[in-house]
């Protein structure tokens, strides 16, 4: 192998990264071209040993860490921090095969090509995919990534049960990558993630690169509200404790909060669960969520304190009980700028439109700018789609961001 500039980036194998897309997606396919790969389940366990098996093959070191997040490091002429890529193979339970596997397989595809063109870098290069992203199964989502660079204590995470009343750490013994590998004193230079958009922005403004800005602030909350099951024909309305109408009336507060503090500000209600959940009774207990985003960090915290006022005079107003439990805290980050800058640069200068924009989505990368220099690539998510069987990004958009990753980890791991 020689070494190289620059100047001299090789070139991305389009039909190589694509099939390795199709190959994935093939594990825990599911009806209308999506995946379900839960996290720590046996099909998340199939991906992990199918990227592995890519990993070795194309002579990067494997680790595994403790809490299972996976990194395939590729030697430099030099030791010392890598400069990373990578994001997440675990799914939502209705996913499509873009969503965090394209930052992945992406990485891969760098280092194949790197391979190919016989280039050594100065620094060393990695590609990591981090333990439950989505947190679908188990909460916090991006879990994996807030334990590698040491923002969520290792036990915690491991003791943590997920929807179907299992832990972390049983389920990561389970399917066999609870890795040797130590989390929370990571070193890395710079971290870029590819990564599919998950909104309509770019394809709505006919935009092929996003040059990702930084991550909004999120915050979920549990609410469970206990009241009185009673007959619903005989109760009268001002002698009953509904704890439905109470998450009812929270849950229309919250959309309407929303237009309120204006559009930067999002708000969901995206699971409700009423017991007994019967026609003719009211219900006596209410667990549901609320998911408030902000690029804004102050006007975030507003809109958290606001819910949580309106909640308790409505439960008081009721009779019930509330109680909460957070779910997720993260405050917006902000990339590096000379990173948001080559994304840029870069995108523009092999003759792409290009648009600097924020990420509605939390992802890996953000996890990673606490402890380094990060950015992230976004192409676009056709019709918007994403969390859904649907979801697509077209080959030259996929293509396209490969080549700008690609280019711009080959001048940080030269520079």
Not at 111 to 128: E, F, H, K, S
Request: with cysteine; glycine share 10%.
């Amino acid at each position: 192998m020689s070494s190289a500039t620059v100047a001299q980036v090789p070139v991305v194998n389009r039909e190589r990264l694509l099939k390795r897309i199709s190959d994935l997606a093939a594990v825990g396919a599911i009806e209308g071209g999506g995946v379900c790969r839960l996290a720590l389940t046996d099909s998340d366990r199939e991906g992990r040993d199918l990227v592995c098996r890519w990993m070795q093959e194309l002579q990067l070191e494997v680790s595994v860490d403790a809490i299972g997040n996976v990194v395939g490091l590729r030697r430099g002429r030099e030791d010392g921090a890598p400069v990373m890529t990578g994001s997440h193979i675990d799914t939502v339970r209705t996913g499509g095969r873009y969503d965090g596997n394209l930052g992945v397989l992406a990485g891969l595809e760098v280092m194949a090509a790197l391979n190919d063109a016989g280039i050594v870098t100065q620094r060393p290069l990695a590609v990591a995919f981090f333990t439950n992203e989505e947190g679908a199964r188990f909460q916090p989502d991006m879990m994996g990534s807030l334990v590698f660079q040491g923002d969520m204590p290792l036990q915690q995470a491991l003791d943590t049960v997920g929807i179907d009343g299992t832990s972390v750490r049983e389920n990561l013994d389970r399917i066999g990558y609870a890795g040797a590998a130590p989390v929370g004193n990571n070193r890395v230079h710079a971290f870029v993630e590819l990564h599919v958009e998950q909104g309509p922005v770019l394809e709505h403004e006919h935009i092929t690169i996003g040059a990702v800005t930084g991550v909004q602030g999120i915050h979920w909350t549990e609410y469970t509200v206990e009241g009185i099951s009673n007959h619903a024909g005989t109760t009268p309305m001002r002698l009953r404790h509904d704890a439905g109408i109470v998450a009812a009336r929270i849950a229309c507060f919250v959309r309407d909060l929303s237009a309120r503090l204006g559009g930067g500000q999002l708000a969901t209600v995206g699971h409700l669960q009423l017991t007994p959940n019967l026609i003719n009774v009211i219900p006596n207990r209410a667990v549901f969520t609320v998911d408030l985003r902000n690029t804004d960090g102050v006007v975030l915290v507003q809109a958290v304190q606001s819910v949580s006022e309106f909640a308790a005079v409505v439960a008081t107003e009721e009779g019930v009980s509330l109680t909460t439990r957070s779910l997720a805290d993260f405050a917006p980050v902000e990339f590096a700028p000379h990173l948001v800058d080559r994304v840029e640069a870069i995108a523009r200068q092999r003759g792409h439109s290009v648009r600097r924009m924020p990420s509605g989505a939390g992802h890996d990368a953000q996890m990673l700018a606490r402890m380094c220099p990060a950015g992230m690539i976004f192409v676009p998510s056709v019709g918007g789609l994403s969390h859904n069987v649907a979801e697509f990004t077209a080959d030259s958009d996929i293509q396209a961001g490969a080549d700008i990753l690609l280019e711009l980890m080959l001048e940080l791991a030269q520079s």
